[in-house]
């Protein structure tokens, strides 16, 4: 008789061991489920915080630059205009220079005029170099350029790895 209770007991707790399992396995597999969805809740919460971020400072490179590109253009239409008044008065002065040469005055007037006239070229090529220089300040590269790694790094994160796929 007391095998025959162990016996009936050993059935009674595999059969209440086996109730338990079914429900320890389901209770298991939501607790997966919910660490997994907190994972890729983290991993959202990340993603969004560092794309609000990259956002961001995106923003303030733009700006920046927009106020590169006006500060560039303002000093071109300057420049456009020194150059063009610059531009005139030294045709002015070649044509007075070839005036005063065929008249043929003395050496020392010839020389304070080729002096003028250097000096005249002189501003009128820093000024064509200077405004060459301040053309290369416009537009938004280094915005561009920023954003396009933005999305490049955007682009990798959101695409699923090769180890998640064989997983």
Same mark, same amino acid.
């Given at each position: ?13 595999? *059969?209440? *061991?086996d109730s ?13 489920? +919910? ?36 500060? *560039?253009?303002?000093q071109i239409?300057l420049c456009? +205009? ?14 007075? *220079? ?18 003028? +006239? ?50």
């Open positions: 008789m007391d095998d025959s209770n162990n016996t009936d007991k050993q059935h009674k707790g595999s *059969a209440t *061991a338990r399992t079914p429900g320890e396995a389901e209770t298991q597999q939501i607790e997966q489920a +919910i660490k997994g969805l907190q994972a890729l809740l983290s991993q959202i919460s990340t993603l969004s915080s560092s794309l609000k971020t990259w956002s961001n400072s995106s923003l303030d490179l733009f700006l920046l630059e927009m106020k590169v590109n006006m500060a *560039a253009a303002r239409v456009s +205009i020194i150059f063009t008044l610059l531009a005139v008065l030294f045709i002015f002065s070649l044509c007075v *220079a070839a005036g005063l040469v065929t008249f043929h005055f003395t050496a020392h007037l010839l020389l304070s005029v080729a002096v003028f +006239i250097g000096c005249l070229g002189l501003a009128l090529s820093a000024l064509a170099w200077w405004q060459l220089r301040l053309t290369h300040f416009l537009g938004f590269k280094n915005t561009t350029k920023q954003l396009q790694e933005g999305w490049y790094a955007f682009s990798n994160q959101t695409r699923p790895s090769h180890a998640d796929k064989t997983h």
